[in-house]
């Protein structure tokens, strides 16, 4: 038994934007929001149900899952495979957004419903060591929450350290499915709700047609060209500081074995440098 990595684009889409499973979104929302009893949603509209590119190796549109519940509650479930400049103000535009569009000009503020968001992160971001975390605008002296209405979540897939026998509650076995389900073999014994049974078995490869696995690889491999580009772009900027240091050290008359200590160059490069230097001067 294989299934795919639900931290792929198409995968992620096609699990919890499933307009036949939504008791998987259901399922996930509750868990992450901690919604018991009463409080639990029973029920979700999906605003985006997904739907594979008409054109092959077409890039998605869809760049999340929302939904609304039955109060009219807004959701967005956003998957970020890696830290971007200005992600934070993205987040706040995009959730500022979302609970903005849901009047035009000169209708009533009362109908405006919360919105919440929760982002999950495939990197580090928080300083905290809590792999999820509930942010809320509030009194920072009294906690006084008078602004309820926009709320964001985040899981950070990286601090997320336990194992199979370590899970003891649905959201801890939500984040491992999320995590791990590339690696897994079987559906883990311990998995009876059944929103994530469901999520399990539509994460089952056999499950999948042959255009959706092939849509399924394609958004992987632009995941991994994204991230080559984004880890050369890095190279070339620490490269480009190194250089820039490597300048001040032969201006100091600094020796090439200092150098090459303090900036990694390599000795060609060093060389290179102070006879450009020199027939510049």
């Known amino acids: 038994m294989k299934f795919v990595d639900i931290k792929n684009d198409i995968a992620f889409r096609k699990i919890f934007g499933n307009e036949n499973k939504?008791?998987?979104?259901?399922?996930?929302?509750?868990?992450?929001l901690k919604l018991e009893n009463q409080n639990k949603?029973?029920?979700i509209s999906l605003l985006n149900p997904f739907q594979f590119p008409k054109i092959k190796g077409l890039k998605v549109t869809v760049i999340d899952v929302k939904a609304t519940d039955e109060s009219g509650n807004i959701f967005i479930v956003e998957m970020q495979l890696t830290d971007k400049k200005g992600l934070d103000k993205r987040i706040q535009y995009y959730g500022a957004k979302g609970y903005s569009s849901q009047i035009d000009s000169g209708d009533e503020y009362l109908k405006l419903k919360p919105m919440i968001f929760i982002g999950i992160l495939d990197f580090y971001y928080f300083d905290s060591p809590n792999y999820i975390s509930l942010h809320l605008i509030m009194d920072i002296?009294?906690?006084?929450?008078?602004l309820k209405d926009l709320e964001f979540n985040f899981i950070e897939l990286p601090k997320f350290k336990k194992e199979l026998e370590d899970l003891d509650n649905l959201i801890d076995k939500w984040i491992y499915f999320?995590?791990?389900?590339e690696n897994l073999a079987v559906i883990p014994e311990n998995?009876?709700?059944?929103?994530?049974?469901?999520?399990?078995?539509?994460?089952?490869?056999?499950?999948?047609?042959k255009e959706e696995l092939e849509e399924y690889e394609y958004a992987q491999m632009r995941e991994q060209?994204?991230?080559?580009?984004?880890?050369?772009?890095?190279e070339r900027a620490e490269?480009?500081?190194a250089i820039e240091i490597a300048k001040?050290?032969?201006?100091?008359?600094?020796?090439?074995?200092?150098i090459v200590k303090y900036t990694k160059l390599k000795v060609e490069t060093i060389e290179k440098l102070i006879n450009e230097m020199k027939n510049n001067s």
């Open 22 to 32: 939504k008791e998987i979104l259901i399922s996930f929302l509750n868990a992450v």
């Open 41 to 43: 949603i029973k029920n």
């Open 141 to 146: 002296e009294t906690s006084e929450r008078k």
């Open 178 to 181: 999320i995590k791990n389900s």
């Open 191 to 209: 998995t009876t709700d059944t929103g994530l049974l469901s999520a399990y078995k539509d994460a089952e490869k056999h499950n999948w047609t």
């Open 225 to 234: 060209d994204e991230k080559g580009t984004l880890e050369l772009a890095e």
């Open 239 to 241: 490269e480009k500081k």
């Open 248 to 258: 001040e050290m032969i201006v100091n008359n600094e020796p090439i074995e200092k």
